[in-house]
């Protein structure tokens, strides 16, 4: 099992910086693929950003050049920089682990930018 579980999200401005990390025990997820991805009020989940082992990266157009997926494997925890944040970036952002086949997901931080 993993168990993820994020936090920093909060209110920030629009064109403002926010970063979000997510803490995972039960596993080590070196070799596991991670992501984020949020979903806003009346929408669906949607991806945001993945990172490999390897430390690869794939983003979400809406997103890509304004947030940054990171890992600390020695740590076992995801980050996302989130900058240049616009009001359509308000959402519950949820922390995504790809294991032996599996989906697990954290509980969601709320993000909410403001203008």
């Known amino acids: 099992q993993v168990q993820l579980v994020e936090s920093g999200g909060g209110l920030v401005q629009a064109g403002g910086s926010l970063g979000l990390s997510c803490a995972a025990s039960?596993?080590?997820?070196?070799?596991?693929?991670m992501g984020w991805f949020r979903q806003a009020p009346g929408k669906e989940r949607e991806f945001v950003a993945r990172?490999?082992?390897?430390?690869?990266?794939y983003y979400a157009d809406s997103v890509k050049g304004r947030f940054t997926i990171s890992r600390d494997n020695a740590k076992n925890t995801v980050a996302l920089e989130m900058n240049s944040l616009r009001p359509e970036d308000t959402a519950v952002y949820y922390c995504?682990?790809?294991?032996?086949?599996?989906?697990?997901w954290g509980q969601g931080t709320q993000v909410t930018v403001s203008s």
């Open positions: 990172i490999r082992s390897s430390g690869r990266t």
């Open positions: 039960g596993r080590t997820l070196s070799s596991y693929i």
């Open positions: 995504n682990c790809v294991a032996e086949g599996n989906d697990y």
